[in-house]
């Protein structure tokens, strides 16, 4: 044994906490957790591991912390299919009873037990088992429970949050006489028109899902909308929010807000002074500037807020700040201390919402969090009208929102919801071919245990957002919700470990709440991916995700009739070249350019040529394709492919309906490549703007394509 390899005791502390102490590499490899690992996972839990004595007490502590609780933090359960465990000092009766949601009252029997008890802290402790009622509402509600001693008063209470959940998802909604459907993905910020601000926004959103619906499309999948910064310089990959729980008000179409009819002509000056720079690089083909394009519009916005509110306008407006919480009111005030100390130092105290500072700092910015709690109220509302022109449009699911896997370690979730979040850690992924050194995401993780204490709360609000005006939901890094790869502050993402969390929660919850908006999840499930979590996932009504080019078997490529049922099937992903680049081994140059080839380029081009062969032949003996194929004629030909599997979605790529060869996100990159800041432009690198979309031939030829073939 060496010095840091971990000893029996903890090693069996890591375990009762979800820690994994060993686990299989990409390459095949049986890897330990080094010991320091594991104790600084354990520490940011709060459980001390420094010694082996430490971790003994600490693993007795685990094992009893349960029987010292009445009642458990929470239960997530499907009707009937987990049971309750109560526990009860020796002497005592126990009475339970629920609290359903729409404010009834049900008793809960306790049935006969057999015995199983423990001593904990000189205490005789039973385990009680109830069964949960298989006839109760889904809904969240909540239990209470009294211990009593024989014959005496209630000495002793606790309620917890009981979380009845769908057992499955029912299946897409499709069209009349059509057994699956389509769909358009696209990249919102990168589709302009000539209205928009520098970039696509909300209007953009609901004009491109009513084309695509014209077209067919029953769904239109678009990057994540979660709120970014709102001082320079704002991050622009979307899958590293601020939080996750609110909108970005940066997609936010000023002259939409019905206060703009009520503006004096100094402010409709304003507002077409800010305007005009940056919709006149609305043309630009080669990169999107969100600091500009937020400069502008933030200088807009705040004109426009200053116009009074009608008396039914200030009604809509307080219901929606008192149906968001506090929340909003911490999300707003975050906004404000950001550009309360933009460029400046902060104090220490800050980082601690709770603090006396911070208090103050509410009340002095509190016009300031008006106006950040107002933007929300207008991006609410400008994407309620989108998912209305959506439907409008003849689509059955309209938009389908992407959810990031976390969010920035100095964002609004971080500090707002610290407790939720493991200290000195970040998320990210082991080594595997691709990334030799693994990925470090830079982004906290949930704290499962404090979730659950909770009562799934933080996780049931952030996807009542993204589902209250939209019918689906993609999941990024679906497997995050069953274990993530835990990175100590200041080590390389090779000295991670797994930490697992409690699925059946997770899932749940998500499932409970796309079950009252009427929506479809998607669960990204590419990758490492145990085959058991995939079955789980189908089970519970979660569709996953199938990329053309990841279907491999032996030298060539599996058929798409072996393709599983539930399933949104695309032929690339936006973290792939668009098919067009691919086809012209631009994806390959590009890396070679970059310095991120880790072969010759001459045997990284062969292995492209020996995959694209094996590709196009597939399409010839479909009869897919002819010998003097043009390069639409073979992008065609792949998505009409995919609709020969029995997959329940479709989705066509819209850089792939253009001609797009640009990539709109290289991995093992950041400042040497402009990620997520890519306009969307033809294959010449003309611009391609919203507008013209419906008459451009090839968006025309692929979406009839593959609508024909369903």
């Known amino acids: 044994m060496t010095d840091d390899t971990p000893t029996p005791a903890l090693a069996a502390l890591a375990e009762a906490h979800g820690v994994a102490t060993e686990y299989w ?14 104790r600084a996972v354990l520490a940011s839990m709060g459980v001390d591991a420094g010694t082996d004595a430490a971790a003994t007490a600490a693993l007795a502590d685990a094992h009893d912390a349960p029987w010292r609780r009445l009642l458990p933090a929470s239960l997530v359960s499907r009707p009937g299919a987990r049971v309750l465990l109560a526990h009860v000092a020796d002497g005592s009766d126990l009475t339970l009873a629920i609290a359903l949601e729409d404010g009834s009252w049900r008793d809960l029997p306790v049935p006969p037990q057999e015995a199983n008890s423990r001593s904990v802290d000189g205490v005789v402790v039973w385990r009680v088992e109830i069964p949960v009622p298989a006839d109760l509402p889904l809904g969240w509600h909540t239990v209470h429970a009294w211990q009593r001693p024989f014959g005496g008063e209630p000495n002793r209470t606790a309620s917890a949050p009981l979380i009845i959940t769908p057992e499955r998802l029912p299946a897409p909604p499709t069209r009349e006489g059509r057994r699956r459907g389509w769909g358009l993905m696209a990249q919102l910020y990168s589709v302009r028109s000539r209205a928009s601000w520098g970039m696509g926004d909300f209007a953009d959103l609901g004009d491109l899902a009513a084309i695509a619906g014209g077209r067919g499309a029953d769904f239109l999948l678009v990057n994540p909308v979660h709120a970014a910064e709102v001082t320079s310089p704002i991050e622009p990959s979307p899958y590293l929010p601020a939080t996750r729980r609110f909108l970005a008000p940066l997609y936010v179409r000023p002259e939409d807000i019905r ?42 916005l705040e004109t426009i807020f200053a116009v009074p509110l009608s008396t039914g306008r200030r009604a809509e407006l307080a219901a929606f700040v008192a149906r968001e919480g506090r929340p909003l009111q911490d999300f707003a005030l975050w906004c404000a201390l950001e550009e309360h100390f933009d460029g400046a130092g902060r104090p220490d105290e800050i980082a601690d919402i709770t603090s006396p500072i911070v208090a103050e700092l509410r009340e002095r910015l509190a016009p300031r969090v008006a106006f950040h709690s107002w933007l929300q109220w207008i991006a609410d509302q400008q994407l309620e009208r989108a998912q209305a022109a959506a439907k409008a449009s003849g689509m059955t699911i309209g938009v389908m929102h992407d959810l ?8 609004s979730d971080a500090w707002s919801l610290r407790s939720m979040y493991a200290p000195g850690m970040t998320v990210g992924a082991p080594p595997d071919m691709y990334n030799q050194q693994g990925q470090n995401w830079n982004q906290p993780p949930w704290l499962g245990p404090a979730l659950a204490e909770a009562g799934y709360a933080p996780l049931r609000d952030m996807i009542r957002t993204l589902l209250r005006h939209a019918g689906a939901l ?43 908006a009427g929506a479809v999840l998607i669960g990204e499930d590419l990758g490492n991916v145990e085959p058991w979590v995939r079955d789980y996932l189908s089970a519970r009504g979660v569709l996953g995700t199938s990329v053309l080019w990841f279907e491999r078997e032996g030298e060539g490529f599996r058929p798409p009739e072996q393709y599983r049922e539930a399933l949104l099937a695309t032929v690339n992903t936006h973290d792939l070249p668009p098919t067009a680049g691919y086809l012209a081994d631009e994806h390959v140059a590009l890396r070679a350019r970059l310095g991120l080839l880790t072969r010759p380029v001459e045997e990284e081009l062969a292995e492209a040529e020996a995959e694209r062969g094996a590709m196009l032949a597939m399409l010839r003996e479909r009869g897919l394709l002819t010998a003097a194929a043009t390069e639409q004629q073979v992008i065609e030909a792949l998505n009409v492919l995919i609709t020969a599997s029995p997959s329940q979605l479709l989705g066509v790529a819209l850089v792939d309906a253009v001609g797009e060869r640009r990539t709109q996100n290289q991995p093992g990159t950041d400042k040497e490549y402009p990620n997520w800041q890519v306009p969307l432009a033809d294959g010449e690198g003309h611009p391609v703007l919203l507008d013209d979309l419906a008459k451009i031939a090839r968006f025309v030829s692929l979406t009839r394509a593959v609508d024909a073939a369903l």
């Open 474 to 516: 993609r999941i990024d890094h679906v497997i995050g919700l069953f274990r993530l790869w835990w990175i100590p502050a200041g080590h390389s993402p090779a000295a991670g470990t797994y930490v697992r969390y409690d699925h059946e929660a997770m899932i749940g919850v998500l499932a409970l709440e796309a079950e009252r």
């Open 404 to 411: 990031a896997v976390g969010v920035h370690t100095q964002g």
């Open 25 to 38: 590499s990409f390459f095949g490899d049986r890897i330990t957790v080094p010991a320091g690992t594991l």
């Open 259 to 300: 206060e703009v009819g009520y503006l004096t002509e100094t402010g409709r000056a304003v507002v077409e002074a800010a305007r005009t720079p940056v919709a006149a690089g609305g043309d630009d083909p080669d990169r999107i500037d969100r600091d500009a394009v937020w400069a502008a519009k933030r200088t807009a």
